[in-house]
């Protein structure tokens, strides 16, 4: 079975910087669609990026030009670069894994943006 383990969260100033990570195991990494999500408080969770194992980006409109995703198929990790961070970008954030093999989350790291 699958399991992402995030890290990078923490509190930030907005304007600031974070940069997440996901650390995949027990699935074939490199042919797999990675994404972050994100759940503020009230919220439901919302897709912010993905790439696909051949390289294809998307990302939520909300995040356009401020965050970066990528992979690292040696390393078997996942990255979200988060720049100017805002405090509406304040939530839990998740790794998710798809393939032919499942989907799955990880636990959620927490991004807090305020002064």
């Known amino acids: 079975q699958v399991q992402l383990v995030e890290s990078g969260g923490g509190l930030v100033q907005p304007g600031g910087s974070l940069r997440l990570s996901c650390a995949a195991s027990?699935?074939?990494?490199?042919?797999?669609?990675m994404g972050w999500y994100r759940q503020g408080p009230g919220q439901e969770r919302d897709v912010v990026a993905l790439?696909?194992?051949?390289?294809?980006?998307t990302y939520a409109d909300s995040v356009k030009g401020r965050f970066t995703i990528s992979r690292d198929n040696a390393k078997n990790t996942v990255y979200l670069q988060m720049n100017s961070l805002k405090p509406e970008d304040t939530a839990v954030y998740y790794c998710?894994?798809?393939?032919?093999?499942?989907?799955?989350w990880g636990q959620g790291t927490q991004v807090t943006v305020s002064s």
């Open positions: 998710n894994q798809r393939s032919n093999l499942g989907t799955s």
């Open positions: 027990g699935g074939i990494f490199r042919l797999a669609t």
């Open positions: 790439i696909t194992g051949g390289g294809m980006i």
